[in-house]
């Protein structure tokens, strides 16, 4: 028999089985309790969360715009799912090539690439830069008072084509490393027997190994700027 409880804190619940806690708000997560412990303890952490897609916006399926949006990990799950809890950012930049020949090439690949991380530093900058001090974080007047946020991208949605993308590995099956979320080889990526210590995950640390040792090309990393 599975032992179930459930623990009251705020205005939401966690659920347990065999000391085993289910996480229902990302508050309530590992991730939110590290970031906490890297700023000031008298502010706040302001979860950033990215929505992006291309999508057609004709029935030829011609005219295609990239967009992007944005909502908050502070605002509840239930509140979060509605519309209106989600704001658009913007449109990101399509590149399209001259020809078959040109969106083969790898500097026009490159140039692509260059031009997504170059337009999400854009839109994203101006919460992360503040000009006016030395100091990070922003000042947001929430119901008439002032309080102090870090901004922190928690969470991106996206397709799978998109999170290559994002993490800039290569989008090719036949890459050592094909993965985009984890530094598994594609012979192991479907061995059952492999354990938790085993999996390298593609986390800021171990990525940023790569980049400045040089050797991006060993994990199937793609050698452009990545803004995360």
Request: net charge positive.
């Amino acid at each position: 028999m599975y032992r179930k409880s459930f623990i009251k804190s705020g205005n939401f619940s966690t659920f347990c089985i065999e000391n085993e806690q289910s996480y229902g708000e990302q508050y309530t997560g590992n991730w939110w309790k590290k970031v906490k412990k890297s700023i000031s303890s008298v502010a706040y952490i302001l979860s950033i969360i990215l929505y992006s897609d291309a999508t057609t916006t004709d029935t030829l399926g011609k005219g295609l715009l990239h967009l992007i949006y944005i909502s908050l990990g502070n605002i509840p799950t239930w509140r979060r799912n509605k519309e209106d809890a989600k704001q658009l950012l913007g449109y990101l930049l399509i590149l399209s090539a001259k020809n078959e020949r040109e969106k083969k090439f790898s500097e026009f690949k490159k140039l692509v690439h260059k031009t997504f991380h170059n337009s999400i530093k854009f839109l994203l900058d101006p919460l992360f830069t503040n000009d006016d001090d030395d100091d990070d974080g922003i000042e947001l007047k929430i119901n008439n008072e002032i309080f102090w946020f870090f901004p922190r991208v928690s969470t991106i949605t996206c397709d799978w084509s998109e999170a290559y993308t994002f993490s800039l590995i290569y989008k090719s099956t036949n890459s050592n490393y094909p993965c985009y979320f984890c530094l598994v080889s594609k012979e192991n990526l479907n061995n059952t027997r492999l354990r938790d210590n085993q999996i390298v995950l593609c986390n800021k640390e171990n990525i940023l190994q790569y980049y400045n040792n040089g050797t991006t090309e060993k994990a199937s990393l793609k050698s452009v700027f990545n803004y995360f």
